[in-house]
């Protein structure tokens, strides 16, 4: 790790070109940090802060993309370009490769990021956000957070308001779906996860108005947020609808086909499991993705096996 006088070297020369900026306080979940107004070279560790970003048109200098460019998808690409600089995994990023690209703003996540964000806060001024396990209501209050931050509150204000209308409109589509329980899955192959009442996918479909046979947890971790389960516990849950992310082809749900306890769960034996972009569904957050996941639904709600 560099040291505090590296990290305070490389600051202080990013002042000395940029000149002086005028600072706001940023109210986050990690504290209170004094933002340069309207930052210009922003890093993003997570990838519902690049949707932010793009949602707004601004493009960063450095994401957190698991050492894969194409886990930023075109959605993306298409309005912030493919000119940033991979500073490594959600989870590990590195500070060297941060450091080298002279941010003036770091946005990060409040779980994954926790323990390093006081080196981050060396490199530049940082803010954190729950993406990790955060609704969908804690993610659009992030976005215009960040959008604050960074000088364009007003424009994702007006972006919000579009994307309520742009929601509401795909919750009129879908209709009233209050008697449906449903499930998001994702199966990697070895092992399945449901996304509980309080994880975004949860919480997302919650908003159309779709049950979860899921109890509610008291807290709020990523173990209760994102549960691993068995076939077991998922007959016993009995979705009416399962939506399956699928890391793996063929999935584990796919080796259980056949099994009696599998045939059984009620999405199954009416053909209500559909399959839609893990990549999409699972890690991608915010005003962009949900807009994404809505139409989803509204083509899976067209199908549905009443």
Do not use: C
């Not at 793009?54 to 000119?83: C, E, F, H, M, N």
């Not at 899955?185 to 399945?192: A, F, Q, R, T």
């Amino acid at each position: 790790m560099f040291s505090k006088l590296f990290f305070g070297a490389i600051a202080g020369a990013i002042m000395l070109a940029a000149g002086p900026a005028q600072a706001i306080d940023i109210t986050h979940d990690l504290g209170t940090t004094a933002v340069p107004d309207a930052p210009q070279r922003i890093v993003v560790l997570e990838y519902s802060f690049v949707d932010t970003l793009a949602a707004l048109g601004v493009s960063p200098v450095g994401i957190a993309d698991d050492d894969k460019r194409d886990s930023i998808i075109a959605a993306y690409t298409a309005i912030i370009g493919d000119d940033w600089t991979s500073v490594g995994t959600r989870k590990s990023p590195s500070l060297e490769v941060i450091a080298s690209l002279q941010p003036d703003l770091i946005i990060a996540d409040t779980g994954r990021h926790a323990a390093i964000y006081d080196a981050l806060s060396e490199i530049a001024p940082t803010i954190a956000f729950d993406s990790l396990t955060g609704t969908y209501q804690v993610a659009m209050e992030a976005a215009q957070t960040i959008a604050n931050a960074i000088g364009k509150g007003p424009e994702m204000t007006a972006r919000l308001a579009e994307h309520s209308a742009t929601m509401q409109a795909f919750k009129a589509e879908i209709g009233d779906v209050s008697d449906w329980s449903a499930q998001f899955i994702i199966d990697n192959g070895e092992g399945i996860f449901l996304h509980s009442p309080v994880s975004y996918n949860g919480s997302l479909l919650a908003w159309f108005g779709f049950k979860n046979n899921m109890p509610t947890p008291d807290g709020h971790t990523y173990e209760e947020a994102i549960v691993a389960t068995s076939l077991e516990q998922l007959s016993e849950i009995n979705p009416q609808i399962i939506i399956r992310g699928k890391y793996a082809d063929p999935g584990l749900t796919e080796s259980w086909v056949g099994q009696p306890v599998y045939d059984a769960i009620a999405a199954v034996k009416s053909g209500n499991v559909f399959d839609v972009t893990a990549h999409n569904w699972s890690r991608l957050r915010g005003v962009l993705a949900s807009e994404a996941s809505a139409a989803d639904l509204v083509d899976i709600v067209k199908q549905l096996k009443r």
